[in-house]
């Protein structure tokens, strides 16, 4: 599966983005997804995860409230809806898939990444 993140950009602290995540090559609705982000000089970090069936979510707790992940498994994406944007928020945001069960949020549980989309937060 190739996995293709896009809609980042530069935006001002208490702004909105909304990222979206492409998928092709596979049967995506197969796959738990995720968003992870990575600031530089900092490891990756999990963000948000949405679930193949039941479309349960877990969010970190730096976002919980502010970011809502969802899917759209007849266009083979998921999204990620940023709101209320901090400064800490700057970031790399990647999107990965796995079929691991339950809500993982370490990296090494996941099968293929997309290239990351730049999210920059300016105060």
């Known amino acids: 599966v190739q996995l293709q993140a896009s809609g980042g950009g530069l935006v001002q602290t208490g702004g909105s983005l909304r990222l979206s995540c492409a998928a092709s090559?596979?049967?995506?609705?197969?796959?738990?997804m995720a968003w992870f982000r990575q600031a530089p000089g900092k490891e990756r970090e999990f963000v948000a995860i949405?679930?193949?069936?039941?479309?349960?979510?877990f969010y970190a707790d730096s976002v919980k409230g502010r970011f809502t992940i969802s899917r759209d498994n007849a266009k083979n994406t998921m999204y990620l809806q940023m709101n209320s944007l901090k400064p800490e928020d700057t970031a790399t945001y990647y999107c990965?898939?796995?079929?691991?069960?339950?809500?993982?949020?370490?990296?090494?549980?996941?099968?293929?990444w997309g290239q990351g989309t730049l999210v920059t937060v300016s105060s």
């Open positions: 949405i679930r193949r069936s039941p479309q349960g979510t």
């Open positions: 990965a898939n796995t079929r691991v069960v339950g809500f993982p949020t370490t990296p090494g549980s996941y099968y293929s």
């Open positions: 090559g596979g049967t995506f609705r197969d796959y738990t």
